[in-house]
């Protein structure tokens, strides 16, 4: 991915659906994404669910600027595996994003009981780059609300201007790790969010999974009912 401008990405990161948070990287709002169900148009709650990069060099500062938003953000860090990026074929790296949903259960089921169960009690949520675990749950919720693929394919990629300030600092952190030694494209592509490859992930999430609804009830627990209110619970 070739450098962003500097100017452009301050801009952007000024400017929803980016949040400013001293010393927290790449978070933003999943809240104000257009809906559309039955011929009802509505839009995701805002000031409810934040995403975002590790949050452990939070200063004191950005937890000041936490504590002023509407809702009361505890950070919740999930756990899970991670590959290398051989491939450059978006649907191989999606199935990276396919090992994340199938190790992932026991996280996610807990974030969507939590937004059943807590509707007016926001949160944050985070992995280390705020890029696949992340994007992946963050895709996940955005579906189950009814976003248009294509605005979670957009969300998706937001991360590559999220962690531009970041990435040189990424870079120097990963370029001495057996599967990037002498393979800098690999790396790259390891800290690009391709649209592409958020793409192939919603097929692979439709074909194979019949929907997000199919995931929901038979890899989550969740019943029709509680998926009727946890996506009602996200939505103003």
Do not use: W
Request: charged residues 25%; hydrophobic residues 35%.
């Amino acid at each position: 991915m070739p450098s962003l401008d500097p100017e452009y990405v301050k801009e952007r990161l000024s400017s929803p659906p980016f949040v400013i948070v001293d010393g927290v990287n790449n978070i933003r709002s999943l809240g104000n994404y257009p809906v559309s169900v039955l011929g009802i148009t509505n839009s995701t709650k805002e000031g409810y669910i934040l995403r975002a990069a590790a949050p452990s060099t939070i200063t004191p500062t950005g937890i000041k600027q936490l504590e002023q938003l509407d809702e009361d953000y505890g950070p919740e860090s999930l756990t899970l595996r991670s590959k290398s990026y051989k491939s450059t074929d978006p649907s191989d790296i999606a199935q990276v994003y396919v090992d994340i949903i199938e190790s992932g259960t026991k996280a996610f089921q807990s974030v969507f009981r939590h937004i059943q169960d807590y509707p007016n009690k926001g949160f944050l949520f985070h992995c280390a780059g705020g890029k696949d675990r992340t994007g992946v749950l963050a895709a996940l919720i955005l579906k189950v609300a009814g976003v248009k693929n294509e605005l979670i394919v957009e969300e998706y990629a937001l991360t590559n201007i999220g962690e531009a300030p970041t990435r040189q600092s990424a870079i120097n952190n990963l370029k001495d790790l057996p599967d990037f030694v002498g393979n800098m494209e690999g790396l790259l592509r390891s800290l690009d969010t391709r649209p592409g490859v958020m793409e192939a992930f919603l097929k692979i999430l439709d074909d194979k999974y019949q929907g997000i609804e199919g995931y929901m009830r038979n890899y989550l627990g969740f019943t029709d009912e509680d998926i009727d209110i946890i996506r009602k619970n996200l939505l103003n």
